[in-house]
C-alpha cells in the first residue's frame, strides 16, 4: 500500500509563488515516475509536470512551461512542485501521483497512485 500526501497550497495573489510538497509512505520502493495534475471548477483534470525517478527527465504542460519547477528528492520520498508567476488561471484542486514504471506519461489513468489533493487559489 502506498499513501501520497500533498502539503503546501493556499491562497496567493497573482504573481506570487508557492511550492507544493508530496509526501509518500509505505511500499514506496515501487514508486518511480511522479506527476503533479489539477483540476480546476467544472474542468477536467490536467496533466501540470512529471518527473522520473532520477530526475533526468521532465515534462511539463505548455500552460506552465517556465513557471513551474518539479523537483524529487527520493530520500525523503519527496517530489515538489515550485510555482512561480502564478496566475489566476493556476486555481486549482493540484494532486500528486505515482506509478511504478519510469516513464512520466501525461495520462492520468497509468499514474496508480494518487494523494488526496490540495487547493491552489490564485487572486488577481
Known amino acids: 500500500q502506498v499513501q501520497l500526501v500533498e502539503s503546501g497550497g493556499g491562497l496567493m495573489q497573482a504573481g506570487g509563488s508557492l511550492r507544493l510538497s508530496c509526501a509518500a509512505s509505505?511500499?514506496?520502493?515501487?514508486?518511480?515516475?511522479k506527476a503533479w495534475f489539477r483540476q480546476a471548477p467544472g474542468k477536467e483534470r490536467e496533466f501540470v509536470a512529471g518527473i522520473t525517478w532520477s530526475g533526468s527527465s521532465l515534462y511539463y504542460a505548455d500552460s506552465v512551461k517556465g513557471r513551474f519547477t518539479i523537483s524529487r528528492d527520493n530520500a525523503k520520498n519527496t517530489v515538489y512542485l515550485q510555482m512561480n508567476s502564478l496566475k489566476p488561471e493556476d486555481t486549482a484542486v493540484y494532486y500528486c501521483a505515482a506509478r511504478p514504471v519510469d516513464i512520466a506519461t501525461i495520462q492520468g489513468y497509468e499514474y496508480r497512485y494518487w494523494g488526496q489533493g490540495t487547493q491552489v487559489t490564485v487572486s488577481s
Open positions: 509505505g511500499r514506496t520502493f515501487s514508486l518511480y515516475a
